[in-house]
């Protein structure tokens, strides 16, 4: 598959390579004034890249913001190591680590988004005088006290046979962008998803990180879950904005409120009753809009 028009039509965006672990290289979009009062990190989750946040991005780059949005490795125009036992949760907060070091960012406002809350969040607790602001969406970085049931979706894509499947069919990109999202997503930008995922190999980071979703205790991503939840107190006085999509199939609203209720001083508002998990297809323009009006009302 040749690159979609679309990538170059909506996502031509200055971007940088870092090295990350083990020298593996990132890819990450870095835009806008390198002297802006604002950095901007947004950080994408599964089985996304940074072209989810295209639309926000442009938004945040017409009120002078610097924006900056990482490929987690394995996924869009970052380094696909080939074996799956390389993704962690923990090595996934490294790389963040890695990354801002590399680029020197200092004062930012972290915006995340699925798996780019644990990873984000892991981040934050680690380095909190590096943090101006939290945005926290459709996102959970809780660990489960207790065994717990996953969704019909995580189930599905949870087990080796299932590793395989979606490797071999992309399978958790195709069936994520017909669950996640209100309205049906255009062919272009199917492709555009679908597009950094064609070797098959570099399909592994998807099913991975389905079965790096924690179901008990146990789980090998409590520990990093853990820790970060229990140094949530430390950075409460962070401003924080909590921003839902209510027709989230697996993130429901229920999440909101526990966001809530670890950092009691953030502001939460429940955006759109329709859109779905990927409210950056479904509504980009409708949680951008409050989002940058709580971030220059906060600065």
Do not use: C
Request: glycine share 4%; no cysteine.
């Amino acid at each position: 598959m040749q690159r979609p028009p679309i990538i170059d039509e909506e996502h031509s965006f200055d971007r940088t390579m870092v090295s990350v672990m083990d020298g593996v290289q990132m890819s990450v979009v870095d835009d806008g004034p390198r002297d802006a009062e604002e950095i901007l990190l947004f950080q994408h989750g599964n089985p996304t890249w940074s072209f989810l946040w295209r639309h926000v991005l442009h938004d945040a780059l017409r009120q002078g913001h610097r924006v900056v949005a990482p490929d987690l490795v394995g996924f869009g125009r970052s380094e696909k190591p080939r074996s799956p036992a390389y993704h962690s949760l923990e090595r996934h907060i490294q790389n963040l680590e890695h990354a801002i070091d590399a680029m020197g960012l200092e004062d930012v406002t972290l915006v995340m988004h699925d798996w780019g809350g644990p990873i984000g969040m892991g981040f934050a607790t680690r380095h909190p005088d590096r943090i101006r602001r939290l945005v926290i969406t459709n996102t959970i970085a809780f660990a489960p006290s207790r065994e717990r049931s996953l969704s019909l979706w995580h189930k599905a894509f949870s087990s080796p046979l299932a590793r395989v499947a979606s490797t071999q069919l992309n399978a958790v990109v195709e069936s994520a962008f017909r669950l996640g999202v209100r309205d049906p997503v255009p062919e272009d930008v199917l492709d555009a998803y679908r597009w950094p995922m064609q070797d098959k190999a570099a399909r592994i980071a998807a099913a991975r990180f389905v079965e790096m979703v924690p179901d008990g205790p146990d789980h090998e991503s409590s520990k990093a879950l853990r820790a970060m939840q229990e140094r949530y107190v430390e950075i409460q006085d962070v401003p924080a904005l909590v921003l839902w999509a209510d027709a989230d199939p697996v993130m429901r609203p229920t999440f909101a409120r526990k966001w809530s209720e670890a950092f009691p001083k953030a502001e939460v508002l429940h955006v759109s009753k329709t859109a779905k998990h990927f409210w950056q297809e479904d509504a980009p323009s409708a949680f951008a809009g409050p989002m940058l009006d709580w971030i220059a009302k906060t600065s």
